[in-house]
């Protein structure tokens, strides 16, 4: 009577027990400041940002971002109807499921059970003083109701409890994929949203084109029918009008499989009202990133914080392998009443109970349980290196970022004065043709420059508006803390 609380008390202090080895230890080998260089912007003078892995890499919102309302409007649609974003939300509320069913087993599974247990046997078989011919047979009937567990196994060495825990940290990295998708989701948005801008803004440059290259091309028919241009002159001036036609279908192409693209990634069409203006008429669309960002930040990054939760729970599956070598103890027991009959079924002395305790201890396996152990082993030391190149592909993704910011402000300045230029020599090749002292070619070859010219000109500010949008993303969704608060990227904000 008092070895079994002893026992029982022993038995749950060893259900405490733990075979998980510590968290590996992880090497990314990446600098702990941003690379420096002619590449970069200068942050001389600027107060660095104190190194905390603890700061949070989603510390502002994409509305903070993203300030244009019809961008905004965009995000918030995408963020309610995007069904890659709904598969990765069910992907999270089915590992959490998962873990549930894994955590249930710490916990004996209890049920109750009514029975009838009715056979017949011939009289023959019961009396062997009955005739041999006897037709007769005896009933017999057994009514039962009890409560019970089965094959509950104390995890005396912590197997069970180490798959949970396993199972968790998979919930866990789900959910972080989660946060990751939405931030992936919320530049795609914004980068469909500005190549939009960007393919206005080349229809209506290519429209003004076109309607300069037919007024020279009417000029210079005019010309050839009164005699004083050649017809070379006037099949120059024609190749130069359908240049800029084919160009106008372009854009207006690429215009039509953007918004197609934005389309898809709403989940939705696209209201008209939500369009963007040209890309030069839009006010700082996308707001720069601070000087002074600590390379810390990353280890808050969501895909890094999901490689960390797929390690742990490798870790712990090492656990789970190990105690697969040790002793397991399973319980079988249930107790309540029998009777001959239903109604004799809860009267005094028809208890009944039963206890099953069953102990298997392995000896020889042929070697599975040391495969399962060094299978467990690999796939921590693949996790080891999945988050290393995690963190390494994050911190390439901030470099090139900040790179290709340094480098955009000073690059389309030059682009903005070669185009200056060349609108200076198309103007004064376009008087001169005008005037007789010069033939057409020249303000021809003039006027292909510009347009080229200014073609590379959007396309340099569309990549830098994108390359904030990136830059955005690669900090894991935001940079800074304000008033102590912390905003979640995605979430709605007052």
Partial sequence: MIRLPVLSFAALLMAGCSLIPDQPATNPSVAAAWPEGPAYRSTAGTTPVPASPAREADAIGWRDVFADPRLQRAVETALAGNRDLRIAVLNVSLAEAQYRVQRGELFPSVGASGSLDATRTPLGVVSST??????????????????????????????????????????????????????????????AWLAIAADQEALDLTRQTLANQEEAFAITRAAFQGGTATELALRQAQTSVETARASLERYSRLKAQDVNALALLLGGPVPQDMLPDSLSALHQPIADVPAGVSSAILLRRPDVLAAERNLTAANAEIG??????????????????????????????????????????????????????????????????????????????????????????????????????????????????????????????????????????????????QNRVSLYRALGGGWEERSGTMTQAGATTP
């Fill in 130 to 191: 009955a005739p041999i011919d006897a037709t007769a047979g005896v009933t017999r009937r057994i009514w039962g109701a009890g409560i019970g567990i089965s094959a509950y196994e104390i995890d005396l060495f912590g197997r069970v409890r180490s798959l949970s825990q396993a199972a968790f940290q998979r919930y866990l990295g789900y959910a972080e994929t989660r946060r990751a998708a939405q931030i992936s989701l919320v530049g795609q948005v914004a980068e």
């Fill in 320 to 465: 789970a392998a190990r105690a697969a070598f040790f002793p397991s103890i399973t319980l079988t027991a249930s107790g309540g009443t029998a009777s001959a009959s239903l109604s004799n079924l809860f009267s005094a002395g028809s208890g009944s109970w039963t206890f099953a305790p069953q102990i298997n201890l392995p000896i020889f396996t042929g070697g599975t349980l040391q495969g399962s152990l060094d299978a467990a082993k690999i796939r921590t030391d693949i996790q080891v290196a999945t988050y290393e190149r995690a963190v390494q592909s994050a911190f390439r993704e901030v470099a090139d970022s900040l790179a290709a910011r340094g480098t955009f402000d000073r690059q389309i300045a030059a682009q903005r004065a070669l185009v200056q230029s060349y609108q200076d020599a198309y103007r004064l090749a376009l008087m001169r043709f005008r005037s007789g002292l010069d033939n057409y070619q020249a303000s021809l070859d003039a006027q292909r420059q510009l347009f080229t010219a200014q073609q590379e000109l959007i396309a340099q500010e569309l990549l830098r508006q």
